[in-house]
T-cell receptor, first 111, second 111 residues
Framework: DAKTTQPTSMDCAEGRAANLPCNHS???????VYWYRQIHSQGPQYIIH???NNETNEMASLIITEDRKSSTLILPHATLRDTAVYYC????????????FGAGTTVTVRA | NAGVTQTPKFQVLKTGQSMTLQCAQD?????MYWYRQDPGMGLRLIYY???????DKGEVPNGYNVSRLNKREFSLRLESAAPSQTSVYFC??????????FGPGTRLTVT
C-alpha cells in the first residue's frame, strides 16, 4: 500500500464540519483512496473511496487534490456518534484484498 | 438482513485449548477475511478467502487455520491457543476488493 500520513488526533464541535486530512504523496496513478472508521469496540466501517474525482455519499465527502498527493474526508455535520478512529488507506491495487490499517486519526466530537 | 455475524462474542481459553470462531454473511459477497486487532493497534490480516473454495495467508497466519465452508461461512480455528493470541478478531466480507464490511468482533482472552 502507498504510505499514508494522518494527524494523530483532532477535535471537532458538534454540528460543525469535520475535515480530516490525509497525505499520500507516493500514490500511483491507478491506486484508490479509501476511508474507514472504527467506533470504539466495534468493527471498522467503510465510509467512501475515490480515484481522482470528488466523491460524496450519505456519510461523507471525499476531496482529492488534482495531483492526488493528498485528500480530505469531510463529515458535513459532525455528531457525537462520529467520534471514532478514521483510517485513510491506499491499497496496492483495486483487488488487493489486504487492507493495511495504520494508526489513523482519533476524532473526538464535542458537544 | 444481518450482514456479517460472528460467534461467539466473547471467549476465555486456557493455554493449549482449541476453538473455532465462526463467521457468516448474508450479503452474497465472494470474499471473506479474518483480522485480529491487539489493544491500541491497527488490524492485521490473518487469512482471507477471495472466493468459495480458496483461502490464502495474510500478514499473521501462524497458529491459525481457516475453512471456507461455503459462500456464506468462513471459520477460523486456533488449534492450540497461546496468550499471544489474546485479541479481538474481526471477520469481514467484500464483493471483491477493498470495500469491506466487518462483523462485530469476537473478544478472545487466552490465560
Amino acid at each position: 500500500d502507498a504510505k499514508t500520513t494522518q494527524p494523530t488526533s483532532m477535535d471537532c464541535a458538534e454540528g460543525r464540519a469535520a475535515n480530516l486530512p490525509c497525505n499520500h504523496s507516493t500514490i500511483s496513478g491507478n491506486e484508490y483512496v479509501y476511508w474507514y472508521r472504527q467506533i470504539h469496540s466495534q468493527g471498522p466501517q467503510y465510509i467512501i473511496h475515490g480515484l481522482k474525482n470528488n466523491e460524496t455519499n450519505e456519510m461523507a465527502s471525499l476531496i482529492i487534490t488534482e495531483d492526488r498527493k493528498s485528500s480530505t474526508l469531510i463529515l458535513p455535520h459532525a455528531t457525537l456518534r462520529d467520534t471514532a478512529v478514521y483510517y485513510c488507506i491506499v491499497p496496492r491495487n483495486y483487488n488487493d484484498y489486504k487492507l493495511s490499517f495504520g494508526a489513523g486519526t482519533t476524532v473526538t466530537v464535542r458537544a | 438482513n444481518a450482514g456479517v455475524t460472528q460467534t461467539p462474542k466473547f471467549q476465555v481459553l486456557k493455554t493449549g485449548q482449541s476453538m473455532t470462531l465462526q463467521c457468516a454473511q448474508d450479503m452474497n459477497h465472494n470474499s471473506m477475511y479474518w483480522y485480529r486487532q491487539d489493544p491500541g493497534m491497527g488490524l492485521r490480516l490473518i487469512y482471507y478467502s477471495a472466493s468459495e473454495g480458496t483461502t490464502d495467508k495474510g500478514e499473521v497466519p501462524n497458529g491459525y487455520n481457516v475453512s471456507r465452508l461455503n459462500k456464506r461461512e468462513f471459520s477460523l480455528r486456533l488449534e492450540s491457543a497461546a496468550p499471544s493470541q489474546t485479541s479481538v478478531y474481526f471477520c469481514a466480507t467484500s464483493i471483491g476488493g477493498n470495500e469491506q464490511y466487518f462483523g462485530p468482533g469476537t473478544r478472545l482472552t487466552v490465560t
